[in-house]
């Protein structure tokens, strides 16, 4: 057995934080003897860390990084088709395939996730409507299992095992490779347009007539905001810029570095007055504008300019809760705002997007409708407020992300996922010892 350590791990999020028995494998070889030599607390796969609850936690048993297993194995520049370990970032994807004119089909809203944990959370973008997730471009995973070794996994063959692990969040077992479709991009710009919107409902009837004629959108809003003006904020637009739009070099050399939260904030520093004024000042900031030429790292992922933003939080940490709701439930999404204005917990993101149909992922998050992130900062009270939201969010016929989830229990779980019993009986075939859970899979009653 390799070695390991005990360490105090947390998600993105910090909270919760747990102590946890850590491998690092350089090889498959050495992965496959921590998933035979697991201690009897189990294991689960890690990548960035980038799951914000406990998903990648495991109190009391083992976790085994995948950050060592990070090889890019092969590309065609003909079909765009790409296999990689499962460690390998999509930032690393990007910085390598971007030059030569090809992109990912779908990222989340951070370049620093490993394919592994992408496939993991089935992980969506600001192009769902028009792309769906990221498990819709993934032609075949190597998938290591505790009770029946590696299996070669695909829509035709192993179907079940497929399904299963595209939004699994780790417990069909160790993906070792993938291979994955990428698409052509003229450059490396986006066009972007801007609107500011009124409130709630002028937001979702901009989405609704804009959304079939771009292939992103996202609408920042303001969480804060009461009463007539519930719901306001500012909606983006965005397509992939052609080369003839470009003045200069199409693919420009990316700068790197960001620059970062250098200690804990404060617990008071984001507050009502504090984010109050970044929330005013963000909206008086983005009128309404056409044709604005963006580079795509920023469109994508500009919180990653700061890097350790979420120390901003404070040691205490925060929660991001996300949920979507179907088309017909949109009152529940007021209802969630109108809760987390009263409470008086300032929300420093709060991000509204569309969903299109839902994928093929057994556990997979999106669904038709309407998905809403907030940031909560960790005190006292939260967890009721939460619990709350979880059940406006299960009576609309919605559910949270797992991958964001901190504080969901097992029987609004299952309210949530009605596919979770298939998931569990495609899990018990490729586990049948247990060997692979999470914290988050014992709080929801999948291990």
């Known amino acids: 057995m390799i070695p390991s350590r005990t360490e105090r791990l947390s998600g993105w999020g910090r909270h919760p934080v747990r102590e946890c028995?850590?491998?690092?494998?350089?090889?498959?070889?050495?992965?496959?003897?921590?998933?035979?030599?697991?201690?009897a607390g189990g294991v689960v796969p890690r990548g960035l860390g980038r799951a914000y609850g406990d998903a990648a936690l495991n109190e009391g048993g083992a976790v085994v990084s995948h950050l060592r297993l990070n090889r890019l194995l092969s590309f065609d520049d003909e079909t765009g088709v790409l296999e990689c370990e499962a460690g390998v970032a999509l930032g690393e994807i990007v910085d390598a395939l971007l030059p030569r004119g090809w992109f990912l089909p779908v990222v989340p809203g951070t370049r620093h996730v490993t394919v592994?944990?992408?496939i993991a959370a089935d992980v969506h973008g600001k192009n769902h409507h028009a792309d769906g997730t990221f498990g819709r471009f993934v032609d075949e995973i190597r998938l290591l299992t505790p009770g029946r070794g590696m299996r070669v996994c695909s829509r035709r063959v192993e179907g079940d095992a497929f399904r299963a692990t595209l939004g699994g969040m780790g417990l069909t077992g160790a993906i070792v490779s993938a291979r994955i479709r990428l698409m052509r991009v003229e450059s490396a710009w986006m066009s972007v347009d801007q609107a500011p919107t009124r409130d709630l409902d002028d937001a979702l009837a901009r989405f609704a007539g804009a959304d079939a004629g771009h292939r992103y959108s996202v609408?920042?809003?303001?969480?804060?905001?009461r009463g007539r003006n519930l719901g306001r904020g500012v909606l983006l637009l965005g397509d992939h810029a052609p080369a003839s739009s470009i003045r200069g070099e199409p693919f420009p050399r990316r700068k790197s570095g960001a620059h970062?939260?250098?200690?804990?904030?404060?617990a008071l520093l984001l507050n009502r007055l504090t984010?109050?004024?970044f929330n005013r000042a963000y909206r008086a900031s983005h009128r309404g504008k056409t044709g604005m030429m963006q580079p795509l790292e920023p469109f994508f992922w500009p919180l990653d300019a700061v890097g350790g933003w979420n120390r901003l939080y404070g040691r205490r940490g925060f929660i991001q809760y996300q949920f979507v709701v179907p088309p017909g439930a949109e009152r529940a999404l007021a209802a969630v705002l109108e809760r987390a204005a009263a409470s008086g917990r300032a929300s420093f993101l709060a991000v509204l997007k569309r969903f299109g149909p839902a994928g093929e992922g057994l556990l997979s998050f999106p669904m038709e409708g309407w998905t809403l992130s907030l940031d909560f900062?960790?005190?006292?009270?939260?967890?009721?407020?939460?619990?709350a939201m979880d059940g406006v969010v299960a009576d609309a016929g919605g559910r949270v992300y797992l991958a964001k989830d901190a504080m969901l229990n097992a029987?609004?779980?299952?309210?949530?996922?009605?596919?979770a019993d298939g998931f569990r009986a495609v899990k018990r075939t490729l586990d049948?010892?247990?060997?692979?859970?999470?914290s988050l899979a014992r709080r929801v009653g999948l291990a």
Request: cysteine-free.
């Open 21 to 39: 028995r850590v491998y690092r494998p350089e090889k498959v070889s050495e992965l496959a003897q921590v998933l035979a030599g697991a201690p």
């Open 116 to 118: 592994g944990g992408a």
């Open 219 to 225: 609408a920042w809003i303001d969480a804060l905001a």
């Open 260 to 266: 970062a939260v250098p200690f804990d904030a404060p």
């Open 275 to 277: 984010v109050g004024a």
């Open 377 to 387: 900062p960790v005190a006292s009270g939260l967890q009721e407020m939460i619990t």
């Open 411 to 419: 029987e609004t779980f299952t309210r949530m996922y009605p596919a």
């Open 432 to 438: 049948p010892g247990g060997v692979l859970t999470s």
